[in-house]
């Protein structure tokens, strides 16, 4: 595999598993993640599979997480 960098087509990203959410929509609207060999974790959009990657720290990730535990992106989702 290449070296992961932002940006890069999710596709150069071999020989990982993507994963995502139980609680994604059938109409493919899913963010999907995958750790890559070296620790860090990739995102896609699952209507792009083929589009780019982005790839953060596990550390990142973890913030992200708590942080969307916490309820701190609600706002973003509310009509």
Not at 43 to 50: A, H
Not at 64 to 73: P, Y
Request: hydrophobic share 40%.
């Amino acid at each position: 595999m290449p070296h992961a960098y932002n940006g890069m087509a999710a596709t150069e990203l071999r020989d990982v598993r993507w994963l995502k959410s139980r609680h994604s929509n059938s109409q493919g609207s899913c963010v999907e993640f995958a750790k890559l060999p070296g620790g860090d974790i990739a995102v896609r959009n699952s209507r792009f599979p083929d589009g780019p990657a982005l790839v953060y720290t596990p550390a990142e990730v973890a913030a992200m997480l708590r942080g969307a535990k916490d309820g701190e992106f609600d706002h973003l989702v509310r009509d």
